[in-house]
C-alpha cells in the first residue's frame, strides 16, 4: 500500500501553474512587445523627432536601444523570479510599464522620453520573463501555452508600427502610447485577482487534533484498510 499525501485544492502536479494565471502577465507581455516596435512607423517616427528635437540617431538610441537594454534586464530577473513570485514580479512590472508610457506619452523633451523608454522596457522585460518561466509549466500542455503566446507576441511585434502609424497619421504620436494603458491596467487588474485566488486556493490542509492533516474528501483516511 502506498501513502496517500493531501494537497491544497488547487494544487497541481509538479508545481504546475493553471493557464488562467497567466492572463494578466501574458496581456502585459503581449504590450511590451507592441511597444518595441511601435515608434518605428515612418509618421510616427518624424513626429517624435520633430516634437523632442532628436536626431536619427538620438532618436533610436533612446527609442529602440535604451527599451532593449532595460527588456533584457529586467528579462532576466522575471526568468528567475517570476516561477516562485508571479503576482509580485507581474504587479510591479505592469506599474513600471504604466508608469514608463505615460512618462512617454506626455514627455516635454527627450530626457523625460528616454526615463519612461527605460522604465516601460524594464517593465516589460520582467512581465515577459515571467510569463516565459511560468508558461512552461502551466496546466498539462505548456508547449500549446508556449506556442500560443510566442504567436500572439509575434503578431503584436509585427502589428505595432501600423498602428501608431495610423494614429500618428491622424493624431499624434502621443497616442500610440496612451492607449496602452487600458491593457496594462486590465492585466494589473486581472494578476491581482489571479493571486488573490491562488493565494486562497493553495492553503494547505488543516490537520486534525493528531497533528495530522485531514484527507481530501472521498479518499480513505492513510492506512485505513480497503473496503470490502
Do not use: K
Amino acid at each position: 500500500m502506498h501513502d496517500q499525501q493531501p494537497q491544497g485544492n488547487a494544487a497541481l502536479p509538479g508545481g504546475e501553474r493553471p493557464v488562467w494565471a497567466l492572463i494578466g502577465p501574458g496581456i502585459a507581455a503581449l504590450t511590451g512587445l507592441y511597444l518595441l516596435t511601435m515608434p518605428f512607423g515612418p509618421a510616427a517616427r518624424l513626429s517624435l523627432q520633430s516634437d523632442l528635437v532628436l536626431s536619427s540617431q538620438s532618436a533610436l538610441l533612446t527609442t529602440l536601444v535604451a527599451y532593449l537594454i532595460s527588456a533584457t534586464a529586467g528579462g532576466a530577473l522575471g526568468v528567475g523570479l517570476g516561477g516562485r513570485l508571479l503576482t509580485t514580479v507581474g504587479m510591479t512590472a505592469i506599474a513600471l510599464m504604466i508608469t514608463g508610457v505615460l512618462l512617454n506619452a506626455f514627455a516635454p523633451d527627450a530626457g523625460i522620453y528616454l526615463t519612461g523608454r527605460v522604465l516601460s522596457g524594464l517593465g516589460a522585460g520582467g512581465v515577459v520573463g515571467a510569463t516565459v518561466a511560468v508558461a512552461r509549466r502551466a496546466g498539462r500542455s505548456p508547449g500549446a501555452v508556449v506556442a500560443i503566446l510566442a504567436g500572439l507576441g509575434l503578431l503584436a511585434l509585427i502589428l505595432g508600427p501600423f498602428i501608431n502609424q495610423g494614429l500618428s497619421s491622424a493624431l499624434t504620436w502621443r497616442l500610440g502610447y496612451l492607449i496602452t494603458v487600458l491593457p496594462l491596467v486590465v492585466g494589473l487588474i486581472a494578476a491581482a485577482v489571479s493571486g488573490f485566488v491562488l493565494l486562497l486556493t493553495r492553503r494547505p490542509a488543516q490537520p486534525n487534533s493528531a497533528g495530522m492533516p485531514y484527507p481530501p474528501a472521498g479518499q480513505r483516511p492513510w492506512n485505513a484498510p480497503p473496503e470490502t
